[in-house]
């Protein structure tokens, strides 16, 4: 790997972190972090689901998957239900009462945190992350199963 890669992974690392530490400010007000909404965000796009399928789609360990699951069924945030061999995750009617704000509040903070980009940059950036991202999600979630 050339000086100039390892600089745009660094910069990419950094500019993670920064946001994850935005979101997560957000966040603290309703008791959850920015991994647990990316999961809620999960389960609302594809509930009834599987954990097996939450862990493949968010590209992160099952074990990270059970916890953080467990964590929200105590915070009543999501339940379980065994149907057959999987255990399926919903959102409960206390997440489903406070998704919207939750969303529209985190929507603020990436808009917030994007907002000195022009629109352009802001396309170009989506298009290289998607990129980088069907590039090697697959390899990922292979080597998952």
Partial sequence: MSSKQEDILGQL????????????ATLAQYSLHTGQWALLKAVSLLEPVSQVTLSKYLVIEKPAVTKTVARLEELGFIHRQNVGRHRLVELTSQARDLFQTIDASVQQAHRTFLDELSPEDQ???????????????????EESS
């Fill in 123 to 141: 396309y170009s950036l989506e298009r290289l992350m998607t990129q980088l991202l069907l590039t090697h999600r697959p390899v990922e979630q």
């Fill in 13 to 24: 690392s950094k500019v993670a972190r920064l946001v994850k530490r935005d979101i997560d």
